[in-house]
C-alpha cells in the first residue's frame, strides 16, 4: 500500500542503519546536508525576522506589527524548510523519487504558505538599521522594481510561475541535471520555494488597498482550482506512465520494496493526492471567508435597508 510504505520511508530516514546495503554503507552523519548556498540565506532571513520582530514589537508592543500566530507560523515554516533541505530526506531524495518528492511538497505546500501568511517583508524591513529604513523604502519603490513586482504578483502571474515551475522541473532531461548537478539542485529547490511564497503570499494578501477582501478571496479560490487541477495532471501522468521518467532517480528504490517505476508512480500518487488535497483545503478555506463575507455584507445592506 502506498501510504504503509510511505511511512516506512519515513521510519527508514531515522534509522539507516537498519539496511543490508546502500543507505547502511553511508556514514549516518554524512546523509545531513549543510549546503552554504542554502543554509547562508535560510539563516539570513531567520536572523533578520528575529531582530526585525524584537525592533518592532519593542516599538508597537508585543503583538503587535507581526502577531503572535505569525511569529509561530514563521519559525514553523523555517523549520520545515532546515529540516527539508539538510535533514537525511534531503539526502535520499536524490536516490529515490518518493523522497524527493516529499521534499518539494513540504518546501510548497507547508514551508511557504506558513512564511507567506507571517508577513515576513514586514520584520526584515524593521531588522534593518532605523538610519537605513527610509532609503530601504525609496530603493524599493523604484519604477524599477515596482514595474517588475506589480507583475509579478498578480494572482494570474503568481499562478503561473508556480505551475511553470512545477511542470519544467520535472521535464525528465531539467530532473535529470538537477540531480547530476549541485548548482542545478540548489535553483531547482529555490525555484520550487521561491514560486510556492510567492503564490501564497498573493493569496493571502494580495495587492491590499486594490481589492476588497470578498475580491481577493474569489480570485484565490479561481488561482487554488488552476493550480490543483494542473498539479493533479502531472501527478496522475507520472503515475499511471508506464515507462521510467528520470531512471537514475530511483537507484535505493530497491531497498524499500519497490521497483523504480513503483518509486515513480508513487511519487505520482504524492502529487495526486495529498499535494490535491491540501490545495482543495486551502480553496475551501478561502470560499468559506468568501462565503461569510458575502452573508455579513448581506445583513449589514438589510439592516441599512430596514433603518
Known sequence: MPALRVAILLIALLSQP?????????????????????????????????????????????????????????????????????????????????????????????AAPLMAFARINGPLFWCLPASLRPAAGRILNLRVLALPWRFISHPVSATVLHGAALWVWHAPPLYAWALES?????????????????????LLHGRGRDRSSRVRDGIAIGCLFVTTLHSGVLGAVLTVSPRLWIPVQGALA??????????????????????????????????????????????????????
Do not use: C, K
Request: charge should be negative; glycine fraction near 10%.
Open 18 to 110: 537498519a539496511f543490508a546495503h546502500g543507505i547502511s554503507d553511508v556514514d549516518s552523519g554524512s546523509l545531513w546536508s549543510y549546503d552554504p548556498w542554502l543554509l547562508a540565506p535560510l539563516y539570513a532571513v531567520g536572523i533578520g525576522f528575529y531582530v526585525g520582530t524584537q525592533r518592532l514589537w519593542r516599538h508597537a508592543g508585543g503583538g503587535r506589527g507581526v502577531s503572535f500566530r505569525q511569529v509561530a507560523a514563521f519559525w514553523t515554516g523555517w523549520l520545515v524548510t532546515a529540516l527539508a533541505t539538510t535533514s537525511p530526506l534531503h539526502w535520499l531524495g536524490e536516490h529515490l523519487f518518493t523522497a524527493h518528492m516529499v521534499e518539494h511538497e513540504l518546501l510548497m505546500v507547508v
Open 254 to 307: 530497491g531497498e524499500f520494496g519497490l521497483s523504480p517505476l513503483e518509486d515513480q508512480q508513487l511519487a505520482g500518487i504524492l502529487m495526486w493526492v495529498p499535494m490535491g488535497t491540501l490545495y482543495t483545503g486551502a480553496a475551501l478555506f478561502f470560499a468559506y471567508r468568501w462565503l461569510t463575507a458575502v452573508d455579513s455584507h448581506t445583513r449589514l445592506s438589510l439592516v441599512r435597508n430596514v433603518g
Open 182 to 202: 549541485a548548482a542545478v539542485h540548489r535553483l531547482q529547490h529555490i525555484s520550487f520555494f521561491a514560486t510556492a511564497l510567492l503564490f501564497w503570499w498573493v
